[in-house]
């Protein structure tokens, strides 16, 4: 944990913190709809920053975006199949599992993984790897992805971050999803919008990332449900 923290608070030192550092709460954190019946499904398949880590019930992304979604006039049901620690070995590991016992088949998926990878120090070529075989099912069953990208900490150097970088939005052209270039771009180098361990966002964060990329999902899920 000593040694994640440090890598945290580098990367977080190496972006600027943005002018206003007082956290207010976005148009996501004060709005909540009703699901309605028969919603197409988002399966929201990451790690502890989807699966909301420390969070209370409800502030996590996946909640929050459908709350988001909903109050916009956009039905959708976000399942939040996000687990805290995975790597994408994991991840791929249990992807079939998950998808074979969701109870409707997800209309559209949200991919965010590789963060604990980088964090371990995993070599590139197996995130690369393993999010690739993750992509490829879901094409396999014909549901379309937006993928959430991370970006390397610094203190990796230069040569594991020009392997790193690149997996996202070079995977995502292979197999035409829609890109989030790097989730946590509305948050990084504000440490009122982060936990304490300054790698995961608090729950005003997490609206500030809703906010940030629910026009994009909307957009993807659109596409996704027409005929």
Known sequence: MRRLALIAAILVAACSPEKNPDAQPTAA?????????????????????????????GEGYPPRLEAALNAAGTPARVVNAGVSGDT?????????????????????????????????GLPPEQTRDNLDAILTEFDKRGIPVVLTGMLAAPNLGADYARKFNPIWPELAKKHKAALVPFFLQPVIGNKALMLDDNIHPNAQGVDRIVAATQAQVADALEAAIKP
């Open 29 to 57: 954190a004060q709005v909540s709809a009703p699901v309605p019946a028969g919603a197409p499904v988002i399966l929201a398949f990451g790690d502890s920053l989807y699966a909301g880590y420390r969070l209370n019930p």
């Open 88 to 120: 994408t070995a994991a991840a791929l590991q249990r992807l079939a599992f998950t998808l074979d016992n969701q109870p409707a088949k997800p209309v559209l998926a949200l991919v965010g993984l590789g963060g604990n990878d980088m964090l371990r």
